[in-house]
């Protein structure tokens, strides 16, 4: 007669057999479906297990339960070699151990120095008395490569300028001992803020968020988030760059005429509107000021116009869903017509002229003044020749002397001999 332990095995197999036929599990992992590792790193597998309902009375949760890796294919009757780990033995082919609590179904596992020959599909096996299974529908897909898998960027939502936005960056964690350092590359001064996060498959990343002010001078600029994970005595890198699209009122407005040069009355002129912005101008409207009052003429990118009245101005404004922006004002000017004068010009010039005849005044009584002072019988004739006497070249003097002493002097006394 059989012992009560072979019957008791027989039949666990028997029922596992029946519900393989129905397509029942006798054991239901729960695991990522993939994970990225870097070469030289350690990677967690985040796992856990449960039994199907109809055999839970086989397992005993307070047995001591040993989890196996298989790597490649779940069956391993043939190929003892596909069994990497088994956390009841001391050595095993890969270094590693299982860090969750098994009496409360958690299988999670570590393995440590991961290098390229790791790559490939694992399955996980229970090992108690006397329950024993293998989930042969559910595996890990573990990757290594030598450089990490750049950040993850998305953006949600507008971009506005002038209005605070945080963005996040994520960078998985496969092994969280060992977590990459998450910066960022923006053009404006920033905020950052660092944590570790659990994802809904249980694995690890590092969440980064910036929070700064955006201005349209950022639009269209590169921002980058950079993760740094450390792997034994080095680092690697790697990065995420993003355009920002900033959305802003319309900036730098300007107005243009062409011809630029004066023209005759009556001579067609094209006016034309430039902005920048985002989204882009959904409509431009042009402004004519005329003897100080402002009328609004057209609508367009462009404004084409006959020249009838010299000195009139134009200005035009973008509008899009932001805003609007108002242009610098051009001037029309007619060909042969000179600018009027201002009329601070007359004033600037009669001031002049004012100052210098009181000057003049004051030059022609002080003349006045020091002339009736001089002596009674001088002559300014005879003073004008004494000066020039004194200074004046030599034949200049003899000259003068000659015409003044002809009629003032006596007659020479051979003459007055005769007489």
């Known amino acids: 007669m059989a012992c009560p332990e072979n019957m008791l095995f027989?039949?666990?197999?028997?029922?596992?057999?029946?519900?393989?036929?129905?397509?029942?599990?006798?054991?239901?992992?729960?695991?990522?479906?993939?994970?990225?590792?870097?070469?030289?790193?350690?990677?967690?597998?985040?796992?856990?297990?449960?039994?199907?309902?109809q055999?839970?009375?086989?397992?005993?949760?307070?047995?001591?339960t040993s989890g196996v890796w298989i790597k490649g294919n779940p069956y391993f009757g043939e190929r003892p070699d596909r069994v990497i780990f088994n956390s009841s033995k001391l050595v095993n082919r890969y270094q590693g151990e299982i860090t969750g609590n098994m009496s409360q179904k958690n299988c999670t596992t570590?393995?440590?120095?991961?290098?390229?020959?790791?790559?490939?599909?694992?399955?996980?096996?229970?090992?108690?008395?006397?329950?024993?299974?293998?989930?042969?529908?559910?595996?890990?897909?573990?990757?290594?490569?030598?450089?990490?898998s750049s950040p993850i960027l998305p953006v949600s939502g507008e971009v506005k300028e002038?209005?605070?936005v945080s963005l996040n960056c994520f960078a998985v964690t496969p092994c969280p001992e060992h977590p990459p350092e998450l910066t960022w590359t923006l053009p404006t001064q920033f905020t950052t803020e660092n944590q570790l996060q659990e994802n809904p498959d249980q694995t690890k990343s590092v969440l980064s968020t910036v929070t700064f002010t955006p201005s349209y001078l950022h639009h269209e600029k590169n921002i980058t988030c950079t993760a740094v994970y450390p792997v034994g005595t080095s680092n690697k890198t790697a990065e995420h760059n993003m355009m920002l699209n900033v959305s802003f009122s319309p900036k730098d407005t300007s107005a243009s005429i062409s011809p630029a040069d004066p023209v005759s009355v009556g001579s067609c002129v094209?006016?034309?509107?430039?902005?920048?912005?985002?989204?882009?101008?959904t409509n431009f409207t042009w402004f004519k000021i005329s003897e100080g009052k402002t009328t609004q003429v057209a609508s367009g990118l462009s404004y084409t116009l006959n020249v009838t009245v010299d000195g009139e101005q134009y200005y035009c404004e973008g509008r899009n869903s932001?805003?609007?922006g108002k242009s610098n004002e051009v001037q029309l000017a007619i060909k042969g017509?000179?600018?009027?004068?201002?009329?601070?010009?007359?004033?600037?010039?009669?001031?002049?002229?004012?100052?210098i005849f009181l000057f003049s005044l004051i030059v022609f009584f002080a003349w006045r003044r020091r002339t009736s002072r001089l002596p009674s019988g001088f002559d300014m004739t005879d003073r004008s020749q004494g000066l020039v006497g004194m200074n004046s070249p030599v034949g200049t003097v003899c000259s003068n002397q000659a015409t003044v002493s002809r009629g003032n002097q006596e007659p020479p006394l051979n003459n007055l001999d005769g007489l």
Request: proline fraction near 8%; hydrophobic fraction near 35%; glycine fraction near 6%.
């Open 322 to 324: 932001h805003g609007c």
């Open 337 to 355: 017509q000179e600018e009027p004068v201002n009329p601070k010009v007359f004033e600037i010039v009669g001031k002049t002229l004012g100052l």
């Open 162 to 164: 002038g209005t605070p």
């Open 270 to 281: 094209s006016l034309t509107c430039s902005s920048t912005a985002n989204p882009p101008v």
């Open 10 to 53: 027989l039949i666990v197999l028997f029922i596992s057999g029946v519900l393989a036929c129905f397509g029942q599990r006798d054991l239901i992992t729960t695991m990522p479906d993939r994970l990225d590792v870097l070469t030289g790193s350690c990677v967690q597998i985040p796992c856990s297990f449960d039994i199907p309902h």
């Open 110 to 148: 570590v393995f440590f120095n991961v290098t390229t020959n790791y790559t490939n599909k694992y399955f996980f096996r229970i090992e108690s008395q006397p329950f024993r299974a293998t989930d042969t529908e559910k595996s890990v897909n573990i990757v290594v490569s030598d450089l990490p």
């Open 55 to 64: 055999i839970k009375y086989t397992f005993n949760s307070t047995i001591l």
